[in-house]
């Protein structure tokens, strides 16, 4: 079974602060996401890597940036964590191999005061 | 840009009642179908799936779907649904030119009352 993990279940920082989503998944993926999820709205895609060290620019990537060092691990930063960044962070992977399903972590409840 | 439409952002019904849940996308070439579900306080996961062949594909938990391909729909059915079904239910697409991707439908919040 494909495993993806999220560093925290729930986070809750302050305006300004600098905040580390970190997300690991065990099944060798090419592609890792980056998406929030709020009410009716769907999940919104952040940023997306196709390869260590690759990344592109989702919907809304106003105010995060990304990391991808290694195969298995796909960071997402909030350089100055705003109020309005409060959400849910999913994130998930996919193969190449596939038809790009995607599978996801539990998410990351991000609360900023 | 492409889009995913569901229609229903909120369903209520009773146990035992049947269950449609509408999708429709505005792509018009090759596509990959998802719904995918998300039980409270779990991860999202994947319902089904259709790439080809067969329009009518079966998931988990009794779940189908139907692919019409002249509407540009990916409906979601159960015949009778339970309490377990309560969950948030997203329709996700995956068309060539937005390559590994999935763009998906704002969801629909399914409460079964028992």
């Known amino acids: 079974d494909v495993k993806v993990t999220q560093s925290s279940r729930y986070l809750v920082k302050r305006t300004g602060e600098k905040v580390f989503l970190e997300c690991v998944q065990d099944?060798?993926?090419?592609?890792m996401f980056w998406y929030r999820q709020d009410p009716g709205l769907g999940l919104r895609l952040i940023y997306f890597?196709?390869?260590?060290?690759?990344?592109e620019k989702g919907d809304i990537p106003e105010g995060y940036s990304v990391s991808r060092e290694k195969k298995e691990r796909f960071s997402l930063i909030l350089e100055s964590a705003s109020t309005n960044q409060t959400s849910m962070y999913l994130c998930?992977?996919?193969?190449?191999?596939?038809?790009?399903?995607?599978?996801f972590g539990p998410g990351t409840r991000l609360t900023v005061t | 840009a492409q889009s995913v439409s569901q229609h229903n952002h909120h369903v209520i019904l009773s146990e035992a009642a049947s269950l449609e849940l509408g999708c429709n996308y505005s792509?018009?070439?090759?596509?990959?179908l998802f719904w995918y579900v998300q039980y409270p306080g779990q991860h999202l996961q994947l319902l089904l799936k259709?790439?080809?062949?067969?329009?009518l594909v079966k998931g988990i938990k009794g779940f189908e779907a139907e692919f019409i391909k002249s509407k540009f729909s990916f409906n979601l059915r159960k015949p009778s649904v339970q309490w377990s079904d309560t969950a948030e239910y997203f329709c996700?697409?995956?068309?060539?030119?937005?390559?590994?991707?999935?763009?998906f439908g704002a969801g629909t919040i399914l409460r079964v009352k028992s």
């Open positions: 998930a992977s996919s193969s190449n191999r596939g038809y790009y399903e995607q599978y």
């Open positions: 099944m060798d993926h090419e592609n």
């Open positions: 890597s196709y390869d260590v060290k690759m990344k």
């Open positions: 792509y018009g070439g090759t596509v990959n």
């Open positions: 259709y790439f080809s062949g067969d329009p």
């Open positions: 996700a697409v995956n068309a060539g030119e937005y390559g590994n991707k999935l763009v």
